[in-house]
């Protein structure tokens, strides 16, 4: 599946925030960190960050930035709080279809083409799929088209009564791990389309075949929440790995995830080979 361009994923800083010191304050308390902490990290005062977030001082952009990298504020809220103490953003936010990131869709498809013949695929910080490997494609098989219809999102996909929800066989466990994965994306992210998202998927009905749990035969040691899914007869154990990367300098690459699916017994690993041979 070839990668395709998604459109923007969160939303701006509230226009009624009168300046950028109640948003790093809102960041402060968010990360649970104290006004002297933060100076210590910062190398400022105490003092200082507190007329900061009070609108006496007007802080540096350097500051901002220093700021913002101790309260780990993600790419797209660091230019919403540079906007709102009067700079100019600092990440560009490149269509991912730009030529400029061709190095990069390009890595990206190398990436999960050689995880073959495991799933994999690339999202964007909706969990809008913007790349996905013919691993993937298998366990789509059978799906409605009105779900496959673009923009494809894999949360939708995962938990939608008619997509892979009634194939998982440990549906409430797995449901649980997504729903709780996503409250954190929420609480790091002020993204408005996320929470639109987060409440659809939350009020879908659960289906019935999903929530019945067919042991393995053999006691299989999992060392991490398998999603144990339904494909072809055949109940198939994978285990999530999410990668994003490091120090990003563009919003939309710094909010793009690659997860991969980890063949969680020999089972499931000899079927997955097999299908690909």
Do not use: C
Request: glycine residues 6%; without cysteine.
């Amino acid at each position: 599946m070839a990668i395709v361009a998604t459109g923007t994923n969160a939303a701006p800083a509230d226009p009624a925030e009168p300046g950028v010191g109640p948003l790093l304050r809102a960041w402060r308390e968010r990360r649970r960190v104290s006004q002297l902490e933060l100076a210590l990290r910062a190398g400022s005062s105490a003092r200082h960050i507190s007329f900061v977030e009070t609108g006496r001082s007007r802080p540096s952009e350097e500051m901002v930035l220093r700021l913002a990298e101790h309260l780990e504020v993600p790419v797209r809220e660091r230019n919403a709080l540079l906007l709102a103490a009067g700079y100019a953003p600092r990440y560009p936010e490149t269509p991912l279809d730009d030529p400029a990131l061709d190095a990069l869709r390009a890595g990206l498809e190398r990436l999960i083409q050689g995880y073959e013949p495991y799933p994999a695929l690339v999202v964007d910080a909706r969990y809008d799929v913007v790349a996905a490997n013919r691993g993937i494609t298998m366990l789509l098989e059978g799906i409605p088209e009105s779900l496959l219809a673009p923009p494809l999102n894999a949360m939708r996909l995962t938990l939608h009564p008619r997509g892979l929800a009634p194939r998982i066989r440990n549906l409430p466990e797995w449901r649980g791990h997504l729903l709780a994965q996503m409250e954190r994306q929420i609480a790091l992210h002020r993204s408005a389309p996320l929470r639109a998202l987060y409440e659809e998927v939350a009020a879908y009905p659960v289906p019935e075949e999903g929530v019945r749990l067919v042991e393995p035969a053999e006691p299989v040691p999992y060392f991490a929440l398998p999603m144990r899914i339904e494909h072809e007869g055949r109940t198939l154990s994978f285990i999530s790995s999410i990668s994003t990367f490091n120090t990003p300098m563009d919003v939309t690459v710094a909010e793009l995830a690659v997860e991969t699916l980890l063949p969680a017994d020999p089972a499931t690993v000899k079927y997955l080979h097999s299908l690909m041979s």
